[in-house]
């Protein structure tokens, strides 16, 4: 699962990332503010390119509130966590099974945070591609009015490193889990309205970047506060454990 990340990069940087080779850019009206650690329980908003907008990137609180939700969103959010979609039930699920077929995007991020069990002792891990590269996660939304908007990301089984990392034991009918993180050359495909309904489940069978994440320990401030946000949180910090080939 993923409940915190970063976006550290300035809005320059992300759009001179993005228009190498199409033409993105950041809501006219946007203050767009990096952040160096964004917890889904803060309610914050995370930024987005949607489906049906898809050359601009706008803010969106993380935690998708479904269409038969959006008379009382606080009840639901309340009772529900909607940060991440299990790619397993997501064409089932009622939360988003709309979203799935018709409102795929892409959540911007370059780095988020897995936490490693030691004993009764929890330490987050920073994970990032080289020189911090701008990513996707593969993502779907909900717009309540105009230009509010909802999201999750689309979480898959964990491959070796992800089960290293994120190894507390999972629930008897799950499996370890690692937020999707869209190959680059994907990144249109998702966001496409034709794309049918057996390529999106392709998509997500093996569409995990081709590139190599690096991760370390950070400091645990951020389990004791959600909303911490200071570069800091991005330094290493000494291991509880040695378990890494790295």
Known sequence: MCYAKSLTKSQNEIEEEFNQNNQIQFATWLEYEPYFHRSAFTKQNIYIIPQDDNTFIYPAAWGLIPGYAQEDPESFRKKYSTANARKENV?????????????????????????????????????????????CFAGVYNELGSDFYTSALITVPANELF??????????SSTHRMPLVLNED??????????????????????????????????????????????????PVPPLDIFLDV
């Not at 409102?103 to 920073?126: M, N, W």
């Not at 089960?163 to 008897?172: G, M, Q």
């Open 91 to 135: 064409f089932e699920s009622p939360v988003y099974r709309n979203s799935i077929r018709s409102k795929r995007c892409l959540i911007l991020a370059d780095g988020f945070f897995e936490p490693h069990t030691v004993g009764k002792e929890s330490q987050p891990y920073y994970f990032h591609l080289e020189d911090r590269k701008l990513f």
């Open 163 to 172: 089960a290293k990392v994120h190894n507390k034991k999972p629930a008897k």
């Open 186 to 235: 994907l990144y249109w495909e998702w966001l496409n309205p034709d794309t049918p309904e057996d390529k999106i489940k392709e998509l997500m069978n093996v569409g995990f970047t081709r590139d190599d994440f690096t991760t370390y320990p950070v400091s645990n401030v951020i389990n004791k506060n959600r909303g911490y946000n200071e570069p800091d949180i991005l330094e």
